[in-house]
């Protein structure tokens, strides 16, 4: 009975306690970030008209930073896409997202395929699908996140904004070490333990 007690109180004692810890992500800006139009191709009066799409980073991108927990996901503005001229024309869109935080976070990248059509730039119709997600990703500590870049389809007016989501899928696991208090008490505990044991001997 004595040994049962003293085996639980051990255990009881020095049972490490696993708990997900948060992540923090701190987003890089240019150059580690980067987005650009590849492979356009605009049509007749596309080129007449000197029509076409331009891609640029969010300005703030670099300044952003968030910490989630597992579970949670945060959404924010990636890059947005200028149109001019009047037509239409299809390319596609080669876009990556670095982070300073965490260190080992690898560059998260996609491509995707768009059309549109385009009234002076002003009201513009169209879509963007991305053929390749970023997807997963582990970091050295056992934590997994995704990255998903946000597809587009409508009309817009003026500039269309396209975003970009880190979710965190699972936490790195925090270990507890029992405090000096919980430690004195778990003395006290095998001394009460062993005086019990001598006197029953007797």
């Given at each position: ?30 150059p ?14 596309c080129?007449?008209?000197g029509c ?8 703030l ?9 597992v ?5 924010f503005?990636f890059?947005?896409?200028?149109f001019q ?16 935080l965490p ?10 395929e ?6 002076l ?6 879509s ?18 995704s990255?998903t ?5 409508g ?29 004195s ?8 333990v062993?005086f019990l ?6």
């Amino acid at each position: 009975m004595i040994r049962a007690l003293l085996a639980a109180g051990i255990l009881a004692c020095f049972s490490l306690s696993a708990q997900a810890t948060p992540v923090t992500f701190d987003l890089a800006g240019a150059p580690t970030s980067s987005v650009k139009v590849v492979d356009f191709d605009g049509g007749f009066l596309c080129d007449i008209s000197g029509c076409g799409v331009t891609a640029t980073l969010n300005p703030l991108l670099g300044s952003l930073n968030r910490t989630l927990d597992v579970g949670e996901s945060w959404s924010f503005n990636f890059f947005t896409l200028d149109f001019q001229g009047l037509g239409s024309g299809t390319g596609t869109i080669s876009a990556s997202l670095g982070f300073d935080l965490p260190t080992d976070a690898p560059v998260a990248a996609g491509t995707g395929e768009g059309g549109f059509g385009t009234f002076l730039g002003l009201i513009t119709g169209g879509s963007l699908t991305w053929m390749t997600q970023p997807g997963a990703f582990s970091l050295s500590d056992g934590s997994q996140y995704s990255v998903t870049f946000a597809n587009l389809s409508g009309l817009t007016v003026g500039s269309a904004v396209v975003g970009a989501t880190i979710t965190l899928l699972q936490g790195a696991s925090a270990v507890s070490v029992p405090e000096p208090g919980t430690l004195s008490l778990f003395g006290l505990g095998l001394l009460a333990v062993g005086f019990l044991a001598r006197r029953r001997r007797r």
